[in-house]
């Protein structure tokens, strides 16, 4: 089966870096996403990984680490409009995402 | 472009009684698929079509969950009859096909929020 863990929630002020960790166990794996829900509307894609090390999107970046099950959502010099929930998901099998649970992330000015 | 759409966004029904939602995906996706999320908790896969047929179905809680996805266009999610437990948001979500797109990379709807009493 597939499990993954994120913390529930985080909190940061405005201008802040705030790193969102995820930990997977899957029994196959072709990469780790992220996704960004503001408020319970639709999930927005952020990021994908299928290779180790760090892949950057404007104030958005993302790491993985295979060997280690591991990866994080970065997020540099938050803005309020970033407070959302953020999940990782493991891409496996064929096109097949599975979630995490999601961490809220609450910025505050 | 329209995203993918879906209908309706709020229903609330009794148990036992019937409900059926439906999605209309991003035009020339192949791959469309079904989640839902009960509070507070992860974003739970149910089941997943390529074109017309199933691909993934493992998600699928029971037997009182059926979907349908005709034509590989539109699909419709039916729930008969409903349980308290079965409240919740339902995303579909839709994908390109192995020709294109990053892998990891699905477009949501903005659900359809199910309360069931």
């Known amino acids: 089966g597939q499990s993954l863990e994120q913390p529930s929630e985080v909190t940061a002020v405005e201008g802040a870096i705030v790193q969102i960790n995820c930990t997977y166990q899957?029994?196959?794996?072709?990469?780790l996403s992220w996704y960004q829900q503001h408020d319970g509307g639709a999930p927005t894609f952020l990021s994908y990984?299928?290779?180790?090390g760090l892949e950057e999107t404007g104030r958005f970046s993302s790491f993985l680490s295979r060997s280690d099950s591991y990866g994080y959502l970065l997020l540099q010099e938050l803005q309020m409009k970033d407070s959302a929930s953020y999940f990782c998901?493991?891409?496996?099998?064929?096109?097949?995402?599975?979630f995490g649970k999601g961490t809220m992330l609450l910025v505050s000015p | 472009e329209a995203g993918v759409t879906q209908f309706p966004s709020h229903s609330v029904i009794e148990k036992g009684q019937t409900v059926t939602l439906r999605c209309d995906p991003i035009?020339?996706?192949?791959?469309l698929y079904w989640y839902r999320r009960v509070m507070g908790k992860e974003i739970k896969f149910l089941l997943h079509?390529?074109?017309?047929?199933?691909?993934?179905e493992s998600g699928m809680p029971n037997n009182r969950f059926l979907a349908e996805r005709t034509g590989g266009t539109y699909s419709t999610l039916k729930v008969q009859p409903a349980e308290l437990e079965d409240s919740g948001v339902y995303f579909c979500?839709?994908?390109?096909?192995?020709?294109?797109?990053?892998?990891?990379?699905?477009?949501f709807g903005e659900g359809s929020r199910l309360t069931v009493l």
């Open positions: 979500a839709s994908s390109q096909g192995t020709a294109g797109g990053i892998p990891g990379e699905l477009f």
């Open positions: 899957t029994s196959g794996f072709y990469g």
């Open positions: 990984n299928a290779l180790d």
């Open positions: 998901a493991v891409l496996s099998g064929y096109s097949t995402l599975t």
């Open positions: 035009s020339g996706h192949d791959n």
């Open positions: 079509f390529v074109k017309e047929s199933k691909q993934d």
